[in-house]
């Protein structure tokens, strides 16, 4: 059984950056689309970034290109989202999902996940 646990969430003021991390414990992360997702309250989940089993391919959301970057570290067995300009509307709680047969942007698009991470809040406030 594939578990997904999420950290680097926190406060941080705007234009600043975060890290967050996808540990995967149970199973290799080799065969799987990784995808952040995140929900504001009030607001629908949205595909933030995926990024495909060998890290070739990658989406972005409109909202977060040009200051988002999604990696992955498989000998780690984990997946990273690098936040840089943060703004107040990335304020979110951000959620990681791997799926087993997936494109990057189907899995962001349609917020398409075998198994769940439990999530990490983000706050960017001055």
């Known amino acids: 059984q594939l578990q997904l646990v999420e950290s680097g969430g926190g406060l941080v003021q705007p234009g600043g950056s975060l890290r967050l991390s996808c540990a995967a414990s149970?199973?290799?992360?080799?065969?799987?689309?990784i995808g952040w997702f995140r929900q504001a309250p009030g607001k629908e989940r949205e595909g933030v970034s995926c990024?495909?089993?060998?890290?070739?391919?990658?989406y972005y959301g409109d909202s977060v290109r040009g200051r988002f970057t999604i990696s992955r570290d498989n000998a780690k067995n984990t997946v990273y989202l690098q936040m840089n300009s943060l703004k107040p509307e990335d304020t979110a709680v951000y959620y990681c999902?791997?799926?087993?047969?997936?494109?990057?942007?189907?899995?962001?698009?349609?917020?398409?996940?075998?198994?769940w991470g439990q999530g990490t809040q983000v706050t960017v406030s001055s």
């Open positions: 990024i495909s089993r060998s890290g070739s391919a990658t």
């Open positions: 149970g199973v290799s992360l080799d065969n799987y689309v």
């Open positions: 999902a791997a799926a087993r047969f997936a494109t990057v942007h189907v899995m962001c698009l349609r917020s398409l996940g075998d198994y």
